[in-house]
């Protein structure tokens, strides 16, 4: 079974205390080799994954920054961060997986950036009902490893939606993501990638909902 290596958080740590282009490149094989290991264990996730949803790509995410339009200049991340990616159209929503020292590994599912017409088509749903998705969001499982929605939101209701409405504490929300931290030694024992995995797809039933929701108008009818 693929684990996460121990070498992976060492050297991450190192690079977070040398952030710099002549220390990286001095160690670049022994990086390219831990980070190897390190995509071949998100491979594996994907594999995993596949057993109860479609996964069409495992992407592991460059360790190169990009500073162009930033005030931080640093030249490299200090994490390695990878994103399973859904089957569209037909199913939205993805996956990511995210492997930093000192404690500051999670996992994370749901929808980051809904575009506008996303975002109002969700909205619009929840206006009309919001018990399906409530039912989603309490079932014991769910909440027991994902908590609640994480993310940005409004102060108050968005344009052209009543502030009072029931259902304003999800329609006021722009993300709609959960996030379940990971502690290094967690991710460092043997049933991390199983855990990871059962976490994933207990997400399942939100995604379908949420796909439904995108792939329909509000009559049910398939925009696809």
Known sequence: ??????????ILE????????????????????????VKATYNYIGELMNMHDIIDKVKVFRIYRDVRFSKNKLP??????????????????GYYLHIQPNNESFIATGFWEPNKEDLFRIRKEFEMDDNEIR????????????GGFVGDELKTAPKGFDREHKAIDLIRRKQFIFVKPFTDKEILEKDFVPKVNACFEL???Y????????????NGESLL
């Open 14 to 37: 190192e690079l977070s205390q040398n952030n710099n282009r002549d220390w990286f490149n001095e160690h670049k094989p022994e990086f390219k080799a831990v980070e190897a290991k």
């Open 135 to 146: 039912d989603i969001l309490e079932d014991k499982a769910f909440k027991s490893v994902w």
């Open 203 to 205: 997400a399942r039933p």
């Open 1 to 10: 079974m693929q684990s996460i290596p121990k070498e992976a958080l060492q």
């Open 76 to 93: 490299y991340k200090t994490h390695f961060g990878g994103s399973f990616q859904r089957r569209k159209p037909e199913l939205r929503g």
């Open 207 to 218: 995604l379908d909902y949420m796909s439904d929701v995108l792939t329909t108008n509000l």
